[in-house]
């Protein structure tokens, strides 16, 4: 009996957080154009921070 009960706060659960994905998704979106990440793609320092180098960076300095 505690299965269908525990399946259905899972549910619950589950629909809670797809909600919170969302609204951190969005947040996280509007942070990252004030801020943006080191290699991030569609940010102002692509050249800067290209794709090979950032990925190649950990692999030069061991």
Do not use: D, H
Request: glycine fraction near 6%; charge should be positive; proline fraction near 6%.
């Amino acid at each position: 009996m505690w299965i269908v009960n525990y399946n259905i706060n899972l549910l619950l659960e589950f629909s809670k957080r797809l909600k919170g994905i969302a609204g951190e998704l969005s947040f996280f979106s509007k942070i990252q154009q004030k801020n943006p990440l080191p290699g991030s793609v569609g940010t102002q320092n692509i050249k800067q921070n290209s794709f090979p180098t950032y990925f190649m960076k950990p692999l030069l300095s061991t």
